[in-house]
């Protein structure tokens, strides 16, 4: 697939925003006035701002209201419904703690859940598509939960949870790669299955379907080299897992912890890109990709 900017920033910035507003919903922290609205603003930037990007990659971004009438059949729908909840409730809960230095435990709780709601939903957008094997497996919640939950816990300052969480995180990251590097060729799709003709031979196409670009070769097909995405899992790990779990065990200091944030954030964005670079879309085989 082809990794859009505005997709990679939502997925990222939207996740660990929502993961954020998850340990402000539970009360870890529970901050109050000032202190309580920074957190607040932090969240919100990231939620709602990775929420506004993913609007960049409509070919019709003034339609994006529509979103909200389809939540019956759409998963697109339904984490557009629950953002918006999500936020509403959040919004009650922290001005509570802000401007009456009062927490609505039960507000909290239920902002807490519609949060992670609203992360579940985003994955199940990916997750749901047959037609992209590495995306259709339950790894892909898992590890978006996972992501929201560590990455949150460590904009949170709750370091104590987003040492084992991290942890977690990465073995999902590790088991989401291996096991989608099998996935493809394990769903046994090929030109053959797709045409119908599997019983007549060996099926291969016979020239391109046309010589220019189009819309499902620019959107649906990506090849990316197996070294370049071996370098950017290794930069992954290193950057959004070792190197804050490494700076979280050591003394707490203030700019250490700005450091395993910066990092954690720039290795989520280089495994975010691989999410889609390394997607196989069972189209590319009518372009004799793989």
């Keep these: 697939m082809h990794p859009a900017r505005s997709v990679i920033i939502f997925t990222t910035l939207s996740g660990l925003g929502f993961g954020l507003l998850v340990w402000l919903g539970l009360g870890m922290p529970s901050p109050k006035g000032l202190v309580a609205f920074v957190f607040f603003t932090i969240a919100y930037l990231l939620a709602a701002?990775?929420?506004?990007?993913?609007?960049?990659?409509l070919g019709h971004p003034e339609r994006a209201l529509r979103a909200f009438t389809q939540w019956r059949t759409s998963w697109l729908s339904r984490e557009a419904v629950i953002s918006v909840a999500t936020l509403l409730v959040m919004a009650a809960y922290g001005a509570g703690l802000v401007f009456w230095d009062?927490?609505?435990?039960?507000?909290?709780?239920?902002?807490?859940?519609?949060?992670?709601?609203?992360?579940?939903?985003?994955?199940?957008?990916?997750?749901?598509l047959k037609t992209v094997p590495r995306w259709n497996h339950w790894t892909t919640p898992a590890l978006f939960l996972a992501l929201s939950v560590a990455g949150g816990a460590?904009?949170?300052?709750?370091?104590?949870?987003?040492?084992?969480?991290?942890?977690?995180?990465?073995?999902?990251?590790?088991?989401?790669?291996?096991?989608?590097?099998?996935?493809?060729?394990?769903?046994?799709?090929?030109?053959?299955?797709?045409?119908?003709?599997?019983?007549m031979g060996d099926i291969r196409a016979f020239e391109p379907p046309h010589t220019g670009t189009n819309y499902l070769m620019r959107e649906m097909v990506h090849v990316i080299g197996r070294k370049h995405a071996s370098r950017l899992r290794m930069l992954s790990l290193l950057l959004g897992y070792g190197l804050p779990i490494a700076l979280m065990m050591l003394p707490f200091n203030h700019w250490l912890a700005l450091l395993?944030?910066?990092?954690?954030?720039?290795?989520?964005?280089?495994?975010?890109?691989?999410?889609?670079?390394?997607?196989?879309?069972?189209?590319?085989?009518?372009?004799?990709?793989?």
């Design 102 to 128: 009062t927490r609505i435990v039960w507000l909290g709780w239920l902002g807490a859940a519609l949060s992670l709601a609203t992360v579940l939903a985003t994955s199940m957008i990916y997750a749901q």
């Design 49 to 57: 701002g990775g929420l506004v990007a993913s609007t960049f990659h």
């Design 154 to 199: 460590l904009l949170a300052g709750q370091l104590r949870f987003a040492l084992p969480l991290l942890a977690v995180a990465g073995g999902v990251q590790v088991v989401a790669w291996m096991t989608g590097d099998k996935r493809f060729r394990g769903r046994g799709t090929s030109v053959a299955t797709a045409t119908g003709l599997g019983g």
């Design 260 to 290: 395993a944030v910066i990092a954690h954030i720039t290795g989520v964005f280089a495994s975010r890109w691989l999410f889609f670079a390394e997607a196989e879309h069972v189209v590319g085989l009518y372009y004799g990709r793989k």
